[in-house]
C-alpha cells in the first residue's frame, strides 16, 4: 500500500536543540496532518494544514504544507525532554483516506 | 471528555479464536476508522465507515470484518485469529471528511 517517505527514522538529540523532520509523497495532498504517539498511547493531533505554502505555529512547533503539495516539514525549537515519543507525519488526497508516514523517534537526552 | 474509548486494551488470543474490538465515541462524530499499527509499518487502514449505516474496506480488509453500531460505536471483528494479525490496533473519528481524525489509545493483541 502506499506510504510516505518519512525522515530522519530516528533523532537523539540534546535537550535545547532545534529539531527537523519531513515528509515526502509521490502524490499530491489537500490536507497534511502531523501526529505525536507516546509510549503506549493513540497518536494526538499537533497541526493541520489544508493550504499549499501554509506555514503554521503551536506553541514551540512549526509545520509547513509545501508549495507542491507533495512534502511537509515539522520543526521543533528548543526541545525539552517531554518532546520524546513518536512523530507522524498523514496526508490526505482526493480519497478522503488518510496515508501515514512509517515515523520519526525523537529521543531527547537533558 | 472521553473522546475515543477502546475496549479491551490488552487480549492474547489463541490462533482460531474469534474476539470484537469495540470503539465508542462521544464527539458526534460522522466518520470512524479502525486501523493497525506495527514496527516500521506507520498506520493502516483496515476498514472505515464514512457515515453511520455504511463500511467500506481500507488498504488491509482480509480477515476482518466490521459493524457500524450506531454513530457512536464502530466495532472490529477477527473471526478466526492468526498470528499474522499480531498487532496494536486503533480507533478514530472525524467529524466529516476534510478534518483531522481523532485516536483512541489502542488495544494491542497477541496472538499465540
Known amino acids: 500500500g502506499q506510504q510516505l517517505n518519512q525522515s530522519p527514522q530516528s533523532m537523539f538529540i540534546q535537550e535545547g536543540e532545534d529539531v527537523s523532520m519531513n515528509c515526502t509523497s509521490s502524490?499530491?495532498?489537500?490536507?497534511w496532518l502531523w501526529y505525536k504517539q507516546d509510549p503506549g498511547e493513540g497518536p494526538v493531533l499537533l497541526i493541520a494544514?489544508?493550504?499549499?505554502?501554509e506555514l503554521t505555529s503551536n506553541g514551540r512547533l512549526t509545520a509547513q504544507f509545501g508549495i507542491t503539495r507533495k512534502d511537509s516539514f515539522l520543526n521543533i525549537s528548543a526541545s525539552i525532554p517531554s518532546d520524546v515519543g513518536i512523530y507522524f507525519c498523514?496526508?490526505?488526497?482526493?480519497?478522503?483516506?488518510?496515508?501515514f508516514g512509517t515515523g520519526t523517534l525523537l529521543a531527547v537526552q537533558p | 471528555n472521553a473522546g475515543v474509548t477502546q475496549t479491551p486494551k490488552f487480549q492474547v488470543l489463541k490462533t482460531g479464536q474469534s474476539m470484537t474490538l469495540q470503539c465508542a465515541q462521544d464527539?458526534?462524530?460522522?466518520?470512524m476508522y479502525w486501523y493497525r499499527q506495527d514496527p516500521g509499518m506507520g498506520l493502516r487502514l483496515i476498514y472505515y465507515?464514512?457515515?453511520?449505516?455504511?463500511?467500506d474496506k481500507g488498504e488491509v480488509p482480509n480477515g476482518y470484518n466490521v459493524s457500524r453500531l450506531n454513530k457512536r460505536e464502530f466495532s472490529l471483528r477477527l473471526e478466526s485469529a492468526a498470528p499474522s494479525q499480531t498487532s496494536v490496533y486503533f480507533c478514530?473519528?472525524?467529524?466529516?471528511?476534510?478534518?483531522?481524525?481523532?485516536f483512541g489509545d489502542g488495544t494491542r493483541l497477541s496472538i499465540l
Open positions: 478514530a473519528s472525524r467529524v466529516g471528511q476534510s478534518a483531522p481524525q481523532h
Open positions: 502524490s499530491i495532498f489537500n490536507t
Open positions: 465507515s464514512a457515515s453511520e449505516g455504511t463500511t
Open positions: 464527539m458526534n462524530h460522522n466518520s
Open positions: 498523514a496526508g490526505q488526497g482526493a480519497t478522503n483516506k488518510l496515508i
Open positions: 494544514l489544508y493550504k499549499a505554502g
